[in-house]
């Protein structure tokens, strides 16, 4: 057994340590004994079998678990700036591959780690990015670079730290570079990782057509390696491709094939992505329950296991993406919870402006509107640089916050910036139009809403649906509302979210009205408050009570009025929103003036 110096890493078979810079880190049993092979026969390539055979003598095990130790083995060279010296050999092994001879001296003795530390801001670069010290790591970086001391694969973490820092790109350069590296080494496979990356930046950018360059050049790379993680990490981004050009079913197809590959190859970041992903297009294509729970299972995969804050990030923001486009509240309340809690774990102390953003909408709901109108604000500033598509979300979010609270033309003019930035702002902007009396525009613009494949589309047509039913009713358009009411009915495990029921029982409520049944439509609100109340959104509930409070005092319950009125003035007040404030008064005197007829008439 023999001791091996190799970079700055110092491998010791008899005592069964491994050191880098001095320092001994925590390796997996059967992660060392793979690097222990590979060193003690660094002069050549073992094959798959030999490895196998070595690792688990006597025991049937598939390559997928030589391929898992594998990556492990190579995440911990990394540290060390040594990850591209494991090399793999297509089809046949692995091999070490190092610019000098390892030492195999018994007697060597360890390396000073601050003598090391101290001359290299390299070092200084890797540590801080092992710490999730990000602005540290960024700077060292720099400066290691203007000292030629960035190898390959610093670069990729040099990336890494620039998107934890919400500059995702700052990292292309770097990237790039990553690529052409890993590609003059001949390592055409390991250069296929930064290029997918690459492309996902220009995608979450906007740049539709530099992402599918990246991703075909990422194609060439891996060629005929279709049992790879870099194949896998491809599926999933053509995924993520198909679902930007609006082809639900193929992107649904595509993110099956990376969960099959992350499966087969027992890698629970490509396995966590792809099923992500797989349940994201279902919940599009009205699969809710076996969406959802894709969705809770890729998480939980995916958190429990070694992932870098960026796929921590995706994973967390793909289900909340969901779920606020689906109206799917008290979910989305319980990941955003997760998502700051993690996101303060993994050195991300300035939110993204996705993280930003969704828990705005968060808040909104919940009626804490001065906080979630300036938490939006920060996500705008914020999604400029690292998710600029999602602004005129961001827009959208930011005019329901104004309407909440009885700013309409604050609204407006935020309906109107997310229109133009390309995002459909219903059916929010619908409803400002009903406060407006605008409610044939309201009508038309929900029936546009309804056409076309995009994710945003699918995902939000419950929500839509809902309130094109209630304004169909109130524009003298009952079969059209009964049509729309009984397709969201028959299809209670499609859109089973509290806010749509909500929703639905208000058109209903409409419809009723407008036929006179005051009280079928006084129970079906009374079961919208029980709705909002159950997702905790106050003015969900107080905009229902107050329609519930004009319907009792046509039905001379003048005690029930009182109440229901009661109840809305109070919620109104704790949230602050002058448009549930006014529609109290306007009923507090409508009941006023009932309660006096009996007196005049006398």
């Not at 690459?198 to 906007?206: D, F, S, T, V, Y």
């Not at 979300?393 to 997310?418: K, N, P, Q, T």
Request: include cysteine; aromatic fraction near 6%; glycine fraction near 8%.
């Amino acid at each position: 057994m023999g001791v091996y110096s190799f970079g700055d890493f110092e491998l010791n078979e008899e005592s069964r340590t491994l050191r880098l810079t001095g320092r001994e880190i925590e390796v997996q049993p059967l992660v060392f004994d793979f690097l222990a092979v590979l060193l003690r026969y660094r002069d050549r390539a073992l094959s798959k079998e030999e490895l196998l055979e070595t690792l688990w003598p006597g025991v049937t095990v598939t390559e997928a678990s030589l391929q898992r130790v594998a990556s492990l083995a190579r995440t911990i060279l990394r540290q060390g700036g040594m990850e591209t010296a494991m090399r793999n050999l297509p089809r046949f092994g692995y091999r070490i591959c190092l610019d000098r001879p390892a030492s195999s001296n018994p007697n060597s003795s360890p390396v000073d780690p601050g003598a090391v530390i101290a001359g290299s801001q390299i070092l200084r670069a890797r540590a801080a990015a092992t710490a999730r010290k990000w602005q540290e790591a960024v700077a060292c970086f720099v400066e290691a670079d203007a000292q030629q001391q960035v190898l390959t694969a610093d670069l990729e973490e040099w990336a890494l730290a620039l998107e934890c820092m919400g500059r995702p790109s700052e990292a292309i350069p770097q990237l790039t570079r990553a690529v052409a590296a890993h590609s003059a080494a001949g390592d055409r496979l390991r250069a296929a990782s930064p290029a997918i990356t690459l492309a996902r930046i220009h995608l979450e950018r906007g740049e539709l057509p530099v992402a599918k360059g990246w991703h075909k050049r990422a194609a060439q790379l891996i060629d005929a390696a279709t049992d790879s993680r870099e194949h896998g990490l491809w599926c999933w981004m053509g995924a993520r491709i198909m679902g930007a050009e609006a082809q639900p079913e193929q992107a649904l197809a595509w993110a099956e094939q990376a969960f099959e590959v992350g499966k087969h190859l027992e890698d629970p970041v490509v396995e966590s992505l792809g099923l992500i992903y797989r349940g994201f297009f279902k919940l599009c294509l009205g699969e809710t329950k076996a969406g959802e729970e894709d969705q809770d299972f890729a998480a939980a995969l995916g958190l429990s296991s070694d992932i870098d804050p960026i796929v921590g990030g995706i994973l967390y923001c793909n289900i909340l993406w969901a779920c606020r486009s689906s109206g799917d509240w008290a979910r989305a309340n319980q990941w955003t919870l997760g998502y700051e809690s993690w996101c303060k774990g993994h050195g991300l102390d300035d939110l993204s402006g996705s993280c930003r953003l969704h828990r705005a909408e968060v808040l909104g709901v919940h009626g804490t509107l001065k906080e979630a109108e300036a938490l939006v604000r920060a996500a705008i500033d914020q999604l400029a640089l690292d998710a600029p598509w999602a602004t005129g979300d961001a827009l959208r979010v930011l005019g329901d916050i104004h309407l909440a609270a009885g700013d309409l033309s604050e609204a407006e003019v935020a309906y109107r910036a997310s229109h133009a930035a390309g995002w459909d702002p219903q059916p929010g902007l619908a409803l400002l139009q009903l406060e407006l009396g605008q409610s044939e525009a309201a009508f038309a613009a929900l029936e546009r809403s309804l056409v076309g494949s995009s994710w945003p589309t699918l995902q939000r047509k419950g929500l839509v649906l809902a309130t094109l039913a209630k304004v169909a009713a109130r524009t003298g358009r009952p079969e059209r509302a009964k049509e729309v009411i009984a397709e969201l009915e028959s299809q209670p495990q499609r859109w089973p979210m509290a806010s749509i029921r909500a929703l639905t029982a208000e058109a209903k409520a409409e419809l009723f009205s407008r036929e006179d049944r005051l009280a079928d439509a006084a129970r079906e609100l009374q079961i919208a408050c029980s709705r909002w109340s159950e997702i905790g959104s106050p003015i969900g509930a107080a905009d229902a009570r107050l329609s519930l409070a004009a319907l009792l005092i046509q039905l001379g319950d003048r005690t029930g009025a009182e109440l229901e009125l009661g109840t809305a003035l109070a919620a109104a007040r704790k949230v602050g929103s002058s448009r549930l404030m006014r529609r109290h008064d306007e009923l507090k005197r409508l009941l006023a003036d009932v309660q006096k007829e009996p007196l005049d008439s006398a």
